[in-house]
């Protein structure tokens, strides 16, 4: 069965710093798609980066990427030049095509001014 | 384009209860997911229904049931509330059935007394 897994329930960055949440899972797939979303304090999901499992390279939107170790099914997102608004919960998820997300309990991230 | 919609926003109801919850996808999306989300347990998938039909199904009780109409609105109803039901109820929609991406709607808080 899948299952993701973000071991840091809590996390906290200085504004400016670098942040990596960590998130792992588990598939006998070759062939998947896996997420970062982010959940702000208004309750609004939003997708923050996508990776497909067939790519190499490690998927990049702006301030956020990630590290993508198919062999070690890990999938983590380092947010670079944190900023007060990406204060939020984040989420980690898998996908196999054409069946449910699964979800990770995510990690909540605080910005210190 | 209008953005997800769900309502009510915030329900209160009484154990062994019923309740509907009302979902409207992003004009064009015809997949339709919905999630239940508790701290600790983070995002757990309900169901997922496609042009009126279930395509995929969670791990919840029979109480939990679901449809979709022709204009590919979706309502979920769970009977015989119980405590444990208290969650916020987060709606998705997909252009299609194994999209890779979902958008999320804001959510229903039901807290059940």
């Known amino acids: 069965a899948q299952t993701v897994t973000q071991s840091q329930p809590e996390m906290s960055v200085q504004e400016a710093e670098t942040v990596t949440l960590s998130c792992t899972y588990d598939?006998?797939?070759?062939?998947?798609?896996l997420f970062w979303y982010k959940q702000p304090p208004s309750r609004q999901m939003i997708l923050v980066i996508r990776q497909e499992a067939y790519k190499q390279q490690n998927a990049t939107e702006n301030r956020f990427s990630v590290n993508f170790q198919k062999a070690a099914k890990s999938f983590s997102l380092k947010i670079s030049d944190s900023q007060l608004g990406d204060a939020a919960m984040y989420f980690c998820a898998y996908r196999f095509f054409g069946n449910q997300f699964y979800f990770g309990t995510g990690t909540s991230l605080t910005v210190i001014p | 384009k209008a953005g997800v919609t769900q309502t009510p926003r915030y329900l209160i109801k009484t154990r062994g209860q019923q309740v509907t919850l009302s979902c409207s996808p992003i004009s064009g999306h015809r997949s339709v997911s919905w999630y239940q989300q508790t701290p600790g347990q983070g995002l757990q998938f309900l169901f997922e229904y496609f042009s009126e039909t279930q395509r995929n199904k969670g791990n919840f009780p029979g109480r939990f049931s679901g449809r979709q109409f022709s204009n590919s609105r979706s309502e979920m109803n769970v009977s015989t509330l119980e405590l444990g039901d208290s969650a916020l109820y987060l709606c998705?929609?997909?252009?299609?059935?194994?999209?890779?991406?979902?958008?999320f709607g804001p959510g229903t808080r039901l807290t059940v007394t």
């Open positions: 598939t006998s797939e070759s062939d998947y798609y």
């Open positions: 998705a929609s997909s252009q299609r059935t194994g999209a890779h991406e979902q958008y």
